[in-house]
C-alpha cells in the first residue's frame, strides 16, 4: 500500500496548521500570505485563491489582513478556523499512519510517513517529507 498524496487544499491546511500559533497576531510571518503558501504547497501564486476561496466558504480557513514580519505594509494573510485545525489534525494524523517506501542504506523497505517524520529530527516539515515521495 503507498501513500496517496494530499491534494492541494488539504496541503494548504497541513501548512497553515505548521503557523496556527499565529492566528491572531500583530505579526505574522511571510509564510502565511499567498506567496508562502504557494511555495510550500507547491503550486504558483496565481493559483493560491482558487484553492483558498473553497476553504474560505467551508470556514476552514480565515483571511485576514496582517502586518508580514520584514514587509514594509500589511498584506492578506491566512489561518486555519477551529473547524479547519481540526480538519488538519485529523488530516495529519491519518498521513502519519500511511506507509512509504523508504530507500537506505539496507535497501528499501516500507515505513510509516510518521517514522519517517520522526527520523528527520524536527528538521523538516510534514509537507517537506511528502514532497519527497
Known amino acids: ?23 491572531g497576531a500583530y505579526d505574522v510571518p511571510p509564510e502565511v500570505t499567498q506567496e508562502g503558501i504557494a511555495r510550500a504547497t507547491w503550486i504558483d501564486v496565481p493559483h493560491v485563491l482558487q484553492y483558498v476561496r473553497p476553504l474560505l466558504k467551508e470556514g476552514l480557513v480565515r483571511e485576514r489582513t496582517a502586518h508580514v514580519r520584514g514587509g514594509p505594509r500589511r498584506r492578506k494573510s491566512y489561518e486555519l478556523s477551529e473547524a479547519g485545525q481540526m480538519r488538519a489534525y485529523s488530516l495529519r494524523t491519518r498521513l502519519k499512519s500511511e506507509f512509504v517506501l523508504v530507500r537506505d542504506a539496507g535497501g528499501m523497505r516500507e515505513q510509516a510517513l510518521g517514522e519517517v517524520l520522526d527520523a528527520a529530527g524536527g528538521k523538516t516539515s510534514l509537507l517537506g517529507v511528502l514532497r519527497e515521495f
Do not use: G, S
Open 1 to 23: 500500500m503507498t501513500l496517496q498524496p494530499p491534494i492541494v487544499k488539504e496541503r494548504i491546511l497541513l501548512h497553515l496548521l505548521d503557523f496556527a500559533k499565529f492566528a
